[in-house]
């Protein structure tokens, strides 16, 4: 039986026709944290539940999750979720991030299953008119 992660990072466009989206963690054991710079600001506070709106995806490029229990941290980076990915995630639900590790890095990755199929491209042929 597999165990359950103790954290969720969730990813949502925040409409149909903005690139924007909103990301969310909760975390069951332990605390988390959102690395992203936004605005001038600093990063937010270590916390059990975090959500951000208006985030402009290719910003998340360079943000990561980090996870700390009982002082020990992992980082997740967010460095694959681009804005291309972003842009077929659906706008009517919450798409759960997972995590991989490859080569002892951390990452955190939108799931192929979760994608809407990027549409396809289409020929118009405009017949010719008499006159």
């Not at 944290?33 to 975090?50: I, S």
């Not at 402009?56 to 681009?82: K, M």
């Not at 994608?115 to 118009?124: D, G, S």
Request: proline share 8%; aromatic share 8%; hydrophobic share 40%.
């Amino acid at each position: 039986m597999p165990t359950e992660e103790p954290f969720r990072v969730l990813l949502r466009r925040d409409n149909a026709y903005e690139p924007a989206v909103t990301l969310r963690f909760n975390v069951t054991d332990g605390m988390g944290q959102l690395a992203v710079k936004l605005g001038g600001r600093g990063e937010p506070a270590m916390a059990v539940h975090y959500e951000e709106t208006g985030i402009d995806p290719d910003i998340l490029r360079a943000a990561r999750f980090v996870y700390n229990l009982n002082q020990q941290r992992q980082s997740f980076a967010l460095s694959r979720v681009t804005s291309e990915l972003c842009a077929r995630l659906s706008s009517d639900q919450w798409t759960e991030l997972k995590p991989v590790i490859e080569f002892g890095f951390r990452y955190l990755v939108i799931p192929e299953e979760a994608l809407v199929a990027a549409p396809a491209p289409v020929q118009v042929q405009v017949p010719p008119t008499s006159g």
